[in-house]
């Protein structure tokens, strides 16, 4: 069972909608991140929070917004996305004290774009 | 910059057969190392990582990896492999920066 959820699993929007990814851990960890993984590819770094400060952004289109309101929570806010940002989005969380640590993934969200 | 470099895209393999993975990586600083699973319509799940100390570090599910600075690899190893193996494996690296640098994956098959 996976320590970081995602909701929803799946999601279909249109370009002009607005709609949020959530993801939420319980582990007590203070670093979160956002990734887009393409079909067939590996996932890429989108985003990088780190004490509910965004710390990385992957030079990401500002139509994702990213919200840290706690310790245990991340949102992805999304408006105004194109046919190519259909992709699954992960998240996952790590310990941030100790030096680096493993990430722990969700099993993502799959968002399609109409 | 950083960068992994998985060669074999597909690695079919009979069940109970022995199986390396391998990852080669390149980086101008200090690197931390791991390797994850992805099942069909999951995240990703670490299997293990080498973050310093003993060069060989044994994971969850039999697999292990030794780390070779000399050769800048990390490939992935298990003895016997079963069908429950089959799946999309990455490798990864950080530098210290918290942010994962994946390789392309391995698909590895196996076959009864």
């Known amino acids: 069972d996976t320590e970081v959820t995602q909701t929803p699993k799946h999601l279909v929007m249109g370009m002009t909608n607005k709609k949020s990814l959530k993801c939420e851990q319980h582990?007590?960890?203070?670093?979160m991140y956002w990734y887009k993984q393409k079909a067939k590819k590996p996932p890429e770094l989108m985003f990088v929070?780190?004490?509910?400060?965004?710390?990385i952004n992957e030079s990401v289109p500002s139509r994702f917004s990213p919200e840290c309101p706690n310790s245990s929570l991340l949102n992805l806010h999304l408006h105004a996305l194109q046919p190519e940002d259909s992709a699954l989005y992960l998240c996952?969380?790590?310990?941030?004290?100790?030096?680096?640590?493993?990430?722990?993934f969700g099993d993502g969200t799959r968002l399609s774009i109409l | 910059a950083q960068s992994v470099t998985q060669l074999d895209s597909q690695v079919p393999v009979f069940e109970e057969a022995p199986v390396e993975l391998r990852c080669n990586y390149s980086?101008?600083?200090?690197?931390?190392l791991f390797w994850y699973v992805q099942y069909p319509n999951q995240g990703l799940q670490l299997l293990l990582k080498?973050?310093?100390?003993?060069?060989l570090v044994k994971g969850i599910n039999g697999f292990e990896a030794e780390f070779n600075k000399s050769q800048t690899s990390f490939h992935l190893r298990k003895p016997s492999v079963h069908i429950s193996d089959t799946a999309e494996y990455f490798c990864?690296?950080?530098?210290?920066?918290?942010?994962?640098?994946f390789g392309s994956g391995t698909r590895l098959q196996v076959q009864p």
């Open positions: 996952a969380s790590s310990q941030e004290s100790g030096g680096v640590q493993p990430q722990h």
């Open positions: 582990m007590g960890h203070r670093a």
């Open positions: 929070y780190s004490y509910e400060k965004l710390s």
């Open positions: 980086s101008s600083v200090s690197v931390y």
């Open positions: 080498y973050l310093s100390g003993s060069t």
């Open positions: 990864a690296l950080d530098t210290g920066r918290r942010a994962l640098t």
